[in-house]
């Protein structure tokens, strides 16, 4: 189950978990997009009687618009990879999203809970139509999106940081789609 963040409430619990996530991780936090699209991922407590019980925020995610001159670009600028020279990227610019603050609680990972973000990635994609999704993601969890996920998510470099390595990922959302296969076996797996 999951929520499109679109009023105070849902954002404030959007930026506890993020914020929350950061701070444990030594991660430093982006500013947030006026014009981002953000999900909050739920863990539904009842499948009986769902509307008596208060939502328990367990992931998030927002998509960015592609624009290297944003301010609000996280994949774009020094130290990072240079998506804006690849060619698929330039002749679809329009249609590029950024994946940004993509984040599991702790108590939920290694659960199978991570399937669950198929089904935000498909309302993102029925309502955006975007042919590909980019980003940088820890190498651990870059493995992991490309076991669910398979050819459609590849890396096009790894960096180097304190602590950590980022992977700059490109994610082929047509291709992905096309895979009707894969799709039906994601969204079985997905618990909602």
Known sequence: MYERVENIQQQ???ESMWEHICKKNKWMNDPY????IRYNLLL???????????KKIIGTIEFLRYNPESPYCTVEGPGKYCFSELKGIKQYQDRVWEIDKLCLSEKFQHKGYFTDFFHVFEDHILNYRPKFYIGLMEKKFFQMMQMKFGLAIESKA??????????????DVE??????????????LAKI
């Open 12 to 14: 404030q619990a959007f």
């Open 33 to 36: 997009d006026p014009q981002g």
């Open 44 to 54: 539904l407590q009842d499948k009986i009687f769902p509307f008596f019980h208060k």
């Open 158 to 171: 790894e960096m180097k940081g304190p602590g950590t390595s980022l992977m700059a990922v490109i994610f």
């Open 175 to 188: 291709k992905l789609m096309n895979d009707t296969k894969k799709v039906e076996t994601l969204k079985k």
